[in-house]
């Protein structure tokens, strides 16, 4: 089964008076959809976007894999375990909060900033939190803790693409259009996939796809 959810359906959320505007794929804060509080393991999608200087105060996480995925400007990210970075369009970001850890994550520079914010279920809890960097991901980011992989796809127009074969596939649209069933999705649209198979999608012009599967 697919199930298509457009980017205007998306649940607005962060300050915009603050300078952070957040759409929410999931159940997330005051807002409480009892049949979308998760997809798999995931338990939130949330597209981010935080003007020059925006961002969030120090606040802590725990069991909880975070990953981070910046589309455009700089994100710069530090944590209570001792990690200060920026994070760039194509790094991607990892922390795992285990038993607890608190960061802040802000917009530094001068130049508006959009990410990409996943939050996915650890199969265990506890443990020592844990932090990962990777500079110009090029192939798929393993996440065994949580019973995942993501995948960053950036087919050319008229690529045709076959998505993986796993329980539970979610496609979310970066930029670009495609086409997956004979329905068009496009920017900030995303499908999730139950069903087992693995169908496949066409670019209907040069696309940025990420793309979780994950086993039960």
Known sequence: MIRIQRAGDRYPGGDPGAGVETRHALSFGPHYDPDNLRFGPLLAVNEERLAPGAGFDEHPHSHTEIVTWVVEGELTHR????????????????LSSAAGVRHVERNAGDASLTFV???????????????TLVRDLSGPYALPAAGAALHV???????????????????????????????????????????????????????????????A
């Open 79 to 94: 944590d209570t375990a001792g990690h200060e970075t920026v994070v760039r369009p194509g790094d991607l970001q990892h």
């Open 153 to 215: 796809l950036r087919p050319g127009r008229g690529d045709e693409v076959v998505l993986p074969g796993a329980d539970t596939v979610y496609v979310h649209v970066v930029r670009g259009t495609v086409i997956l069933a004979g329905r068009e999705l496009g920017e900030g649209d995303a499908a999730r996939i139950t069903d087992g198979d693995a169908p496949s999608l066409t670019a209907a012009e040069p696309a940025e796809l990420l793309v979780w599967e994950s086993s």
């Open 117 to 131: 914010q996943m939050w996915l279920a650890p199969r265990e809890t506890g443990g020592e939190p844990s932090y």
